[in-house]
């Protein structure tokens, strides 16, 4: 029942979820310490869940509810945003239940269904479950089988909501994208599906539709008359770390670009929404994903790289394939640099330059519109020798924030101009430090609100650009870069070609 004190215009009243169970399959997974549990912690630390709150892991252990408890624990105290408070934890933990048992085993999914029945009475949850997958996708069928077998994914038998919560890597290709999409919705009710793109959780990518949409200044010459030219970059000075098995088998390509790099194209390249809306939003980002113009020739416009041992912040690392499980002849990329285009009037003949890659010199990834120079210069070459594009910079992370680059006098007695920056940073500019974005999508999630969640067509469209790459790609060897370089040279080669080079990020 709703509240008729209750404003949703007013912001002063958080969003809070109904009573609800969060099911999180994978529970001894990185992601669930690093990310969910601590998310959860934070989400409760903020008063943000309801009340009546459980959190069920599900794993291959012969665990009570005490032993994965203990775990949570841990996980939240090592890796949570917000301070430790005990009472917090104390109340969360009163509501923390374990399930164990293997994914083929069907009692301990009865088992598990049992447990949400029983919440009814013992927790007050009428019903209400969001499920998320946090396991390998070679799961992910036999799961959302049981998950129908049970009844547990049927919304009207629970008698409250039942929600999905699925991670990428969503397929490793187009079609086998397809049969995952169809599995999941066949398995729930597509609406109830959420894909889980990490990027669109954070603040700063988020802040790219207040920045364009909520301002007059950027519009007008966010567009191919003004831009010369935009550059997303993902830098990371780690490794592959423990993640061989995964990563050897995917690539950068797949592991980053057909995911959080497009997203972000999409919302730099998009057109105004209607409104605010999932449905507005993803009409939008749509419409970019399906005009984006794949190389014609891969060869020339795309470089694929891979580390060769290195030194990145003063210590010495291996390469790649000297990494724990990588096989001594691997092909596999970990870097990637892509020349993409959007084939509409607003982007026609501005290149779109994508780049990602594993130990570069420093985490970084930011987003780069780079402006045509001004027409005409009334100056003396040599005082606009320090004249660089104009260009503003979306700074994702670390270091959030946005930069304006532009020319200015020097001061003193001749007309010499040359760049300078002005900076919003949010550590300045605001005093409540950002949400993880695990913790603004869990919440989301158990609210019911799917903005900022990529829907089936755009999974599908994502991999409609990055399947002919790895096509053109088979049988080819990456380009080596050694680790702390940007990159492979090729990767500059490919800009200097057309009179251009990569920013300093
Ligand atoms: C994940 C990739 O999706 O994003 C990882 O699988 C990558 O390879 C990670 O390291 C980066 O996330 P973030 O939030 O640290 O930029």
């Known amino acids: ?68 408890s203990t775990l949570a624990r841990r996980a939240a105290q090592e890796h949570a945003r917000t301070p430790w408070r005990e009472e917090v934890w104390t109340r ?160 950068t390509a797949r592991d980053v670009l057909q995911n959080h790099l497009l997203q972000l194209m999409a919302l730099v390249a998009m057109e105004e929404p209607t409104s605010f809306q999932a449905d507005a939003i993803r009409t939008e ?37 000297e990494e724990k499980d990588v096989p001594a002849d691997s092909k596999t990329e970990t870097y990637v640099a892509v020349r993409l285009g959007v084939q509409n009037r607003r982007w026609a003949r501005v290149p779109f330059y994508i780049r990602a890659g594993k130990r570069l010199p420093r985490r970084v990834t930011e987003v780069a519109v780079i402006f045509k120079q001004a027409p005409h210069l009334p100056f003396q070459p040599a005082d606009v020798e320090m004249l660089g594009n104009n260009q503003l910079v979306i700074r994702v992370q670390p270091d959030e924030g946005v930069m304006l680059k532009f020319g200015s006098k020097v001061p003193g007695t001749a007309m010499e101009v040359r760049d300078i920056a002005m900076d919003f940073q949010y550590g300045e500019a605001f005093t409540d430090a950002s949400p993880e974005a695990y913790e603004r999508l869990i919440l989301d999630v158990l609210i019911g609100d799917k903005t900022l969640f990529p829907d089936s067509a755009e999974v599908e469209a994502s991999w409609n650009v990055v399947d002919p790459l790895e096509d053109a790609w088979i049988g080819s060897s990456p380009e080596i870069y050694r680790a702390g370089e940007w990159g492979p040279r090729a990767a500059d080669q490919m800009l200097a070609r057309e009179g251009r080079h990569w920013r300093r990020a």
């Open 92 to 251: 969360l933990s009163s509501n923390i239940r374990f399930v164990g048992g293997s994914f083929e085993d069907d009692a301990a999914f009865d088992q598990l269904a049992e447990t949400l029945d029983e919440l009814r009475d013992s927790a007050g949850i009428p019903g209400n479950a969001a499920f998320y997958l946090s396991i390998p996708p070679k799961a992910f069928p036999v799961v959302l089988k049981q998950l129908s077998r049970t009844g547990m994914a049927d919304n009207d038998k629970s008698g409250g909501w039942r929600r999905v919560v699925v991670e990428k890597p969503f397929g490793s290709d187009l079609e086998s994208a397809r049969q995952l999409n169809a599995l999941v919705d066949d398995a729930f009710t597509p609406r109830d599906v959420f894909r889980i793109d990490h990027y669109l959780g954070k603040e700063t990518v988020q802040n790219i539709l207040a920045l364009r949409f909520a301002n007059s200044l950027f519009e007008p010459v966010w567009n191919a008359n003004y831009v010369d030219s935009v550059q997303i970059t993902m830098a990371e000075d780690v490794g592959i770390g423990t993640r061989a098995g995964f990563y050897d088998t995917v690539g």
């Open 1 to 68: 029942m709703t509240n008729p004190l209750r404003d949703p215009q007013d912001r002063r009243l958080p969003r809070i979820p109904e009573p609800c169970a969060l099911v999180i399959f994978g529970v001894t997974g990185d992601l669930a310490r690093k990310k969910l549990i601590p998310a959860v912690y934070d989400l409760a630390n903020r008063g943000l869940l309801p009340p009546s709150f459980v959190v069920l892991g599900f794993a291959r252990r012969d665990w009570g509810d005490d032993d994965f």
């Open 285 to 321: 980002k749509l419409k970019v994903l399906n005009a984006i113009v794949v190389p014609k020739d891969v060869k020339e416009d795309t470089v694929r790289g891979q580390y060769l041992t290195g030194w990145v912040a003063g210590e010495r690392v291996p390469g790649y394939t």
